[in-house]
Structures are given as structure tokens and as C-alpha cells.
């Protein structure tokens, strides 16, 4: 990804310094599991972790409590 990206960016957009952010940018991301983690201890019920795009990416999801 941290090739592969800055190149893609380079090819199309003739803008590689952008992905390259793109790419330091991510690695500041919470993982799901953390992220889930932090919903429990916030409250939130019902926590799931549902991945997508073969793996890429996750949509973590959480329950308010009623009241």
C-alpha cells in the first residue's frame, strides 16, 4: 500500500506527494477492534466490526443506549 499508492496517485494524477499523505494519513487510523473497544467503554451496546472491500476497509457500528 505504501508503494503501491503514492505510484497509482503518480500515474493518474501526476500527484504523488498526495497519496503519499494519503498513506501516513491512514496509519493514524484507530483498527476496528480498537475503535469497537472504545465504543464499549463509551457505552455503546450491540458493537459489531463488518469488513469490507476484501478486508480494506471496516465499518464499525454501536448501539446508543435507550433512556
Known amino acids: 500500500f505504501s508503494v503501491v499508492m503514492p ?4 500515474l493518474l494524477g501526476q500527484d504523488r ?4 499523505y494519503l498513506f ?3 496509519k493514524q487510523f484507530l483498527s476496528p ?3 469497537a473497544d472504545n465504543f464499549k467503554r463509551l457505552g455503546l ?4 466490526i463488518h469488513r469490507v472491500g ?5 465499518i464499525v457500528a ?3 443506549a435507550s433512556g
Open 7 to 10: 505510484l497509482i496517485g503518480q
Open 17 to 20: 506527494s498526495a497519496y503519499e
Open 24 to 26: 501516513k494519513s491512514t
Open 33 to 35: 477492534a480498537a475503535l
Open 45 to 48: 451496546h450491540k458493537v459489531s
Open 54 to 58: 476484501f478486508g480494506s476497509a471496516a
Open 62 to 64: 454501536g448501539q446508543k
